[in-house]
């Protein structure tokens, strides 16, 4: 079981972070990715971290700017995101998968959050 939070409303250019918490003490070998949906919108692809070796990879419109990043011993991964923009308002999701390489795509997680809403105010 996945738990997201951390979003909230914030202004262009501010920053948040967002957690996800996993209920399984095997969390560190699992592969976590964070996804996006934007009012009506499809879910993307935002970042996803390995856990064999913290390989992470970004979508380009997101390079630069959040960071995805883990703490096994907390069971959490965590996504910084600074210099918001309007554009990154949605509701986040943190999914998580046994894959061993990073993989961005809806139906490859097996696992998912239930997904904590990010506004960004112009």
């Known amino acids: 079981q996945l738990q997201a939070s951390g979003g909230g409303l914030v202004q262009a250019g501010g920053s948040l972070r967002l957690s996800c918490l996993a209920s399984?003490?095997?969390?560190?070998?699992?592969?976590v990715g964070w996804f996006r949906q934007p009012p009506g919108k499809e879910r993307e692809f935002v970042a996803a971290?390995?856990?064999?070796?913290?390989?992470?990879y970004y979508t380009d419109s997101v390079k630069g700017r959040f960071t995805i990043s883990r703490d096994n011993a907390k069971n959490t991964v965590y996504l910084q995101m600074n210099s918001l923009k309007p554009e990154d308002t949605a509701v986040y999701y943190c999914a998580a998968d046994l894959s061993v390489v990073v993989i961005t795509r809806v139906s490859e997680y097996d696992y998912w959050g239930q997904g904590t809403l990010v506004t960004v105010s112009s």
């Open positions: 399984r003490s095997t969390f560190s070998l699992y592969t």
């Open positions: 971290v390995t856990y064999k070796d913290d390989t992470t």
